[in-house]
């Protein structure tokens, strides 16, 4: 069996392009031809994976400057029917040399379908979630969707999802039970840093350190952290935000005008896009891990923060906060500001609590199992399509 893997970009290694990489380079272990088609990858991306060796086809490769606000983002997305045909078209040059298509993100579903292959959709966001609704009149959101219905429940033979919330998601839109395959984490990759390293790049000596990681975005809700700090700083006159992350360009100049109209600038740090060096040696120079993300805005990164043995805060709409809450790996709250001081206040509770999550985290959430799991999914839709 040899696997097309499809995702509409490959901006930075974390989320669902961790995921792709991932599987593809375990695919490659297991000695199954596969290859990754995308329509944008980054330098940066590119070089983080150097040493998985993957097979990348790109229509195009550039720095992640050149994508780095929502605005050149939204232009891609607000032409997102020609992406469509365009990923499409790049599919079905490389197809025949492949037995089954495996796409991630949206709209590379739309795009894998009706080439005569088995599909197996890794739905990481349902429609709608960051795209449609942001810049389409209601109408064109609405055929738009009624048309995803009708592809995804004619043309994709299975539905994979990575969260709880995923999986009552995709029942609720196409009426389907799609298998629940749970994101790994690079347990070893995060667990060892370089504290110093933040220290002396951010200025963090002697501050209480929230870290709030991820693309700055509405989704991610980084406001709910900066409001979060707001209220706590009377009880914790040291304490400083880390937003890290490039993105929705609107969104950030909101964030930093909130920021300056409350006086609020030397509590918050944006460093903007990072390499993976900084983030790491980010989670292991913070104290707190805060996660106010809803829905599915990053299911990694709470993990992330706990391979380093920090305490997480995190919302309870995140895709993770099932996880979390079974195992019991940390905070699970809307407020933010009181779970801040509690950590605050008991902090070597929490932090013995966190170190207890990291041996969790490394024992029951690996790539291998995410990627055993998609190749058994991906074995069987061959065989009944076959």
């Known amino acids: 069996m040899r696997v097309l893997i499809v995702q509409?970009?490959?901006?930075?290694?974390?989320?669902?392009?961790?995921?792709?990489?991932?599987?593809?380079?375990?695919?490659?272990?297991?000695?199954?031809?596969?290859?990754?088609?995308?329509?944008f990858a980054t330098t940066n991306f590119m070089e983080s994976t150097r040493d998985l060796n993957l097979d990348?086809?790109?229509?195009?490769?550039?720095?992640?400057?050149?994508?780095?606000?929502?605005?050149?983002?939204?232009?891609?997305y607000s032409r997102f029917f020609s992406d469509v045909l365009v990923l499409r078209r790049f599919i079905a040059a490389h197809k025949n040399n492949y037995d089954l298509i495996n796409p991630h993100n949206f709209p590379s579903n739309w795009a894998s379908v009706l080439h005569k292959k088995p599909v197996v959709?890794?739905?990481?966001?349902?429609?709608?979630?960051?795209?449609?609704?942001?810049?389409?009149?209601?109408?064109?959101?609405?055929?738009?969707?009624?048309?995803?219905?009708?592809?995804?429940?004619?043309?994709i033979d299975k539905i994979c999802v990575n969260s709880y919330i995923t999986q009552n998601q995709a029942k609720q839109i196409y009426g389907r039970t799609s298998n629940l395959v749970l994101f790994g984490i690079d347990y070893k990759r995060y667990r060892v840093g370089s504290p110093d390293q933040a220290y002396a790049k951010f200025g963090l000596d002697g501050r209480f350190v929230i870290l709030t990681t991820g693309v700055v975005d509405p989704w991610k809700n980084q406001l709910a952290s900066i409001k979060a700090v707001e209220k706590v700083i009377s009880h914790i006159p040291n304490v400083l935000l880390v937003l890290t992350g490039g993105g929705d360009k609107e969104y950030i100049t909101m964030l930093r005008d909130y920021v300056r109209r409350k006086k609020l600038d030397p509590y918050i740090i944006f460093t903007g896009f990072l390499p993976d060096s900084d983030?790491?040696?980010?989670?292991?120079?913070?104290?707190?891990?805060?996660?106010p993300f809803k829905e599915q805005g990053g299911l990694l990164a709470p993990f992330e923060s706990l391979c380093a043995g920090k305490p997480i805060i995190?919302?309870?709409?995140?895709?993770?906060?099932?996880?979390?809450?079974?195992?019991?790996?940390?905070?699970?709250?809307?407020?933010y500001a009181d779970a801040i001081i509690d950590v605050y206040n008991y902090y070597?509770?929490?932090?013995?609590?966190?170190?207890?999550?990291?041996e969790c985290v490394q024992k029951e959430f690996s790539w291998e199992k995410y990627c055993e799991r998609l190749l058994r999914i991906f074995e069987n839709a061959y065989a009944t399509t076959k």
Not at 134 to 144: H, R
Not at 279 to 291: D, F, K, N, T
Not at 317 to 325: D, P, S, V
């Open 56 to 76: 990348i086809r790109a229509k195009t490769v550039s720095t992640y400057n050149s994508v780095s606000s929502k605005d050149a983002l939204s232009k891609r």
């Open 121 to 155: 959709w890794m739905m990481n966001e349902p429609l709608g979630i960051y795209t449609l609704p942001s810049f389409l009149p209601k109408v064109a959101s609405q055929i738009s969707a009624k048309c995803d219905r009708f592809l995804v429940t004619n043309y």
């Open 8 to 39: 509409p970009s490959l901006l930075f290694y974390g989320g669902a392009a961790a995921a792709v990489a991932q599987l593809s380079a375990h695919l490659k272990s297991r000695g199954i031809h596969n290859t990754i088609v995308t329509l």
């Open 279 to 291: 983030i790491i040696s980010l989670y292991h120079a913070s104290h707190i891990g805060l996660y």
């Open 314 to 335: 995190i919302s309870s709409t995140n895709g993770a906060t099932e996880l979390i809450k079974r195992y019991k790996l940390g905070i699970v709250t809307d407020n």
């Open 348 to 358: 070597g509770r929490y932090k013995n609590m966190a170190q207890s999550a990291q």
